[in-house]
């Protein structure tokens, strides 16, 4: 059985002190939680080593945003999977499209990014949605599976046990405007016809694939309904410990 994941992406929010005390609220508010879903925090890369210890003994894990795309050395400004490892980082999120539209992140550079986190055993939270004039002139499906593609076809069956895939629309990240069920459906449908055209009907079963854009409690529910929604990306609202809970409180 896949897994449910919720994951908060915390993106250029909260200094250290607030950003302790909200993954402190999560740890205390993650008790209400059965083991139906799995809870991931994606905080600053600064509060990492911190958090990590108010999430010891809880079923909170920890993701970073991003990775560098190089192991080690003369690379100044960034962070490597074998200093994420060594905060007890067990995730890290990749493609973001912020990263993609904003820091100029290509197929080529994710590419090297997965690798290098799976060899130091670190999974993947893989990021891919169309843009708005992508959906208008009705390309959201091919965009999708380029994407996806592009970057999956060079990893194997094995590695995809410890990759996740996140749809996200760009209109609809922190735009309060969210994808309907049907449009999240249809998109996550999509994205398992291709993992299995490549990976087989099992892998692509057991793959989870999470939806983002403007979730929030009020409309998780109905999205996580959805046969092949498992679960979700969150941004704004994982900045509130009550609504980043409520949300995985909906399966
Ligand atoms: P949002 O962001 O929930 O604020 O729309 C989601 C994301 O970008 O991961």
């Known amino acids: 059985m896949r897994k449910n994941i919720v994951a908060g992406n915390w993106k250029m929010n909260t200094d250290l002190v607030a950003g302790l005390q909200l993954a402190k609220e999560v740890v205390e508010k993650s008790s209400q939680l059965s083991d139906n879903v799995s809870l991931i925090i994606a905080p600053p890369f600064t509060h990492l080593a ?25 690379y100044t400004g960034e ?11 067990q995730y890290t999120i990749l493609g973001h499209s912020e990263r993609r539209e904003y820091y100029g992140e290509t197929d080529a550079k994710l590419v090297e990014k997965i690798k290098l986190a799976l060899a130091k055993g670190i999974d993947v939270i893989f990021c891919v949605g169309e843009n708005l004039e992508q959906r208008e002139a009705n390309k959201h499906f091919d965009v999708v599976t380029e994407q996806t593609m592009n970057v999956l076809n060079h990893f194997s069956a094995e590695d995809m046990k410890h990759i996740v895939v996140a749809y996200e629309p760009v209109w609809a990240i922190g735009t309060g405007k969210t994808a309907s069920s049907e449009q999240a459906q249809e998109i996550h ?29 009020a409309n998780a529910k109905e999205l996580f309904a959805q046969k092949d929604i498992d679960g979700g990306l969150i941004g704004g609202a994982a900045l509130k410990a009550e609504d980043f809970i409520q949300i995985a409180l909906s399966f």
Request: hydrophobic share 40%; net charge negative; with cysteine.
């Open 79 to 89: 962070v490597s999977v074998d200093m994420l490892k060594s905060v007890n980082c």
């Open 189 to 217: 449908e999509c994205i398992r016809k291709v993992l299995a055209e490549k990976f087989g009907v099992e892998v692509a079963e057991e793959t989870s694939i999470l939806y983002g854009g403007s979730c929030k409690p």
């Open 50 to 74: 911190l958090v990590a210890k108010e999430l010891e003994g809880s079923k909170v894990a920890l993701s970073a945003q991003n990775c560098a795309d190089k192991e080690a050395g003369a």
